[in-house]
């Protein structure tokens, strides 16, 4: 059973281009969540979605920030007009449903703005 | 709100040292708790849980207690290796099962064993 997949693992990016992040889930996981982590910082919780809804994104930028996961294939996180400060580990996590406690994590996009 | 409070890092211990990382939380009710672990470049991966009041977890020689009375999941091993050089996160999840609630993660402890 392959694990949380992401990809690209890193990516570069000019200040003013979009990043786009892509996460699929451990199969049979319908739920997934995205996370930011600055250097040094520890995770700080960004979006949580469910096939095509967004339930909770609470934590995630109000500007150049979206989510989706749709019906298929796998969820996307969008950063439009990148700058400097969106360099980071951006992980994606997965759970099977909304009882089940813990979170299966996946290896991570280094985003590098120049 | 919930919240988890880790002890500072970095720590820094000699091979088969006797590790503990202190965790307390904040939440009302009966959290699970977890550690997760994160290695160099990689992402996190559960390394224990408890989900109920004195229920131990324990994996790869670490454990951790669900204390209720002092709301603490310290996470503690007898021996480090060097291979367990990474940063060790605690978190939580509310109990609350009939509507959505997010994992709380603590701020993450690093972890360096010298030979």
């Known amino acids: 059973n392959a694990g949380v997949m992401q990809n690209p693992r890193h990516l570069v990016r000019r200040r003013g281009q979009e990043a786009r992040l892509r996460c699929s889930p451990m199969k049979g996981h319908s739920h997934v969540y995205w996370y930011r982590q600055l250097p040094e910082e520890g995770l700080k919780f960004m979006v949580y979605l469910q096939k095509e809804n967004i339930i909770d994104e609470s934590g995630m930028p109000k500007e150049r920030f979206s989510a989706e996961f749709p019906k298929e294939g796998p969820s996307i996180l969008r950063i439009q007009q990148v700058v400097r400060g969106d360099s980071a580990a951006y992980f994606c996590?997965?759970?099977?449903?909304?009882?089940?406690?813990?979170?299966?994590f996946g290896p991570g996009t280094r985003l590098t703005v120049t | 709100g919930d919240s988890v409070t880790q002890m500072e890092g970095p720590v820094t211990l000699s091979e088969e040292a006797f590790l503990t990382i202190n965790c307390t939380y904040t939440a009302t009710g009966y959290p699970s708790l977890f550690w997760y672990v994160q290695y160099p470049g990689e992402g996190l991966q559960l390394l224990l849980k408890a989900t109920k009041a004195d229920d131990k977890g324990s994996n790869k020689g670490f454990e951790a207690t669900y204390r209720k009375e002092t709301t603490s999941f310290h996470l503690e091993k007898g021996s480090v290796q060097v291979s367990d050089s990474a940063v060790y996160f605690c978190a939580l999840k509310p109990s609350r099962e009939t509507s959505y609630d997010k994992v709380i993660f603590g701020p993450g402890t690093s972890l360096s064993v010298i030979p």
């Open positions: 996590a997965s759970s099977p449903n909304l009882q089940g406690p813990e979170q299966y």
